[in-house]
C-alpha cells in the first residue's frame, strides 16, 4: 500500500502561483503513475496532470502551459506547480498513486488539499 501526504495549498490571487507536493510512503516501488485531481463545488473530480514512473506527463487542456507536474525520486515527492492561477482553478487538489492502471478503483489517495485563486 501507499501512503500519501498533500502540502501546498491556500489562498492566492488571479496570476499567481503556487506549489502543490504530494509525499509518498509504502510501497513506493509499485507505483506505475502519479496525478494529480482537482473537484471543485457542483463538478466531478477531473484529472490535472499525470505523470509516469517513465517520467512522461499528461495534462488536462485547461490547464496546459501554466501547470507544470515533476517528481523528486529521493524524496519521494510529486510536485505540481501551478501559475497564471485563475479563479476557475479554485478546487480541492487530490494526489493518487496508481499501480495497475485503475486509479480511480484500486490507487491510492491523498486527504486533498484547498486551493483558492480569488482576489
Known amino acids: 500500500q501507499v501512503q500519501l501526504v498533500e502540502s501546498g495549498g491556500g489562498l492566492v490571487q488571479p496570476g499567481g502561483s503556487l506549489r502543490l507536493s504530494c509525499a509518498a510512503s509504502?510501497?513506493?516501488?509499485?507505483?506505475?503513475?502519479m496525478a494529480w485531481y482537482r473537484q471543485a463545488p457542483g463538478k466531478r473530480r477531473e484529472l490535472v496532470a499525470a505523470?509516469?514512473?517513465?517520467?512522461?506527463?499528461t495534462y488536462a487542456d485547461s490547464v496546459k502551459g501554466r501547470f507544470t507536474i515533476s517528481k523528486d525520486n529521493v524524496k519521494n515527492t510529486v510536485y505540481l506547480q501551478m501559475d497564471s492561477l485563475k479563479p476557475e482553478d479554485t478546487a480541492v487538489y487530490y494526489c493518487?498513486?496508481?499501480?495497475?492502471?485503475?486509479?480511480?478503483?484500486?490507487?491510492?489517495w491523498g486527504q486533498g488539499t484547498q486551493v483558492t485563486v480569488s482576489s
Open positions: 493518487n498513486a496508481d499501480n495497475d492502471g485503475r486509479p480511480w478503483t484500486t490507487g491510492s
Open positions: 505523470i509516469t514512473n517513465g517520467t512522461r506527463t
Open positions: 509504502g510501497s513506493i516501488s509499485s507505483i506505475y503513475v
